[in-house]
């Protein structure tokens, strides 16, 4: 079992940044790919970004190019999501995930595990 743990978020004016992290616990010997998913009230979740487990490559949603960057301290079993000029329609929860094998980043079903989620909420 892996147990996620998200944090950072809060409320931001447009144009902000802010930085979530996910912290891992559990089985994290067994190293996982790791994404970031969100989800805005009355829409489905949706991806936003992924990683894979050694960190050199990166998936992004079109929405969050150039805007979003995800990196990882595997040493710390931490995910990290840097947002930049963000947009009131960025205003979603944010969940992150483990997955063992990753085959489609931007499914969610492809994910193992999820932590509880953190509200971002940015003002106009």
């Known amino acids: 079992q892996v147990h996620l743990v998200e944090s950072g978020g809060g409320l931001v004016q447009a144009g902000g940044s802010l930085r979530l992290s996910c912290a891992a616990s559990?089985?994290?010997?067994?190293?996982?790919?790791m994404g970031w998913f969100r989800q805005a009230p009355g829409k489905e979740r949706e991806f936003v970004l992924g990683?894979?487990?050694?960190?050199?490559?990166?998936y992004y949603a079109d929405s969050v190019k150039g805007r979003f960057t995800i990196s990882r301290d595997n040493a710390k079993n931490t995910v990290y999501l840097q947002m930049n000029s963000l947009k009131p329609e960025d205003t979603a929860v944010y969940y992150c995930?483990?997955?063992?094998?990753?085959?489609?980043?931007?499914?969610?079903?492809?994910?193992?595990?999820w932590g509880q989620g953190t509200q971002v909420t940015v003002s106009s």
């Open positions: 995930a483990a997955s063992a094998t990753m085959n489609q980043p931007s499914n969610a079903a492809s994910y193992d595990y």
């Open positions: 559990g089985r994290t010997d067994s190293n996982y790919a």
């Open positions: 990683i894979s487990r050694s960190g050199r490559t990166t």
